[in-house]
């Protein structure tokens, strides 16, 4: 009987080499895959810490171009208010310019007027001496033939 004993023990021998075969395999696979989910996580947890990064260095740009923004906003309200104020002097001073140029338009067409009626009065007196000189050399010619008449 040692024929199929021997054949019991020779397959008993193939089955559990069989079996050693398989389990070498299935530890090497789950070495191989844990090695794997190893890498995987650590890959996973430095992509997790790359986009905390990421998303971090963005607020912080925003952040950045919304105060960027805010002191733009800013400079241009600053600017609008100069550019009002700028306008109301400039408003303010020609408005006393105007005043002032007319208070010296008004002061000298008075003095125009003033010298125009000085002249008027003038002509007026140079009229008269020129008639009373008219008469003047009249009354004397007046003279002269009355005296001359008389025989002088």
Partial sequence: MT????SVVERAKANASLWEARLEITELSR???RDTSRRLAKSNEDLKKLQY??????????SY???QDQEKDNMIEKLKQQLVETKEKAQEEKEKLE????????GLEGRFHQKAKEIGMIQTELK???????????VEKELDDVSFLLGD
């Avoid at 024929?3 to 021997?6: G, T």
């Avoid at 005043?99 to 008004?106: A, G």
Wanted: net charge positive; aromatic share 8%.
């Fill in 128 to 138: 008269t001496i020129k008639q009373f000189q008219k008469r003047k050399i009249q």
């Fill in 65 to 67: 171009l919304k105060k």
């Fill in 31 to 33: 070495i191989e895959y």
């Fill in 3 to 6: 024929k199929p004993e021997d």
């Fill in 53 to 62: 990064k990421m998303e971090r260095d963005t607020m912080s740009i925003l």
């Fill in 99 to 106: 005043q002032k140029y007319t208070l010296q338009i008004n």
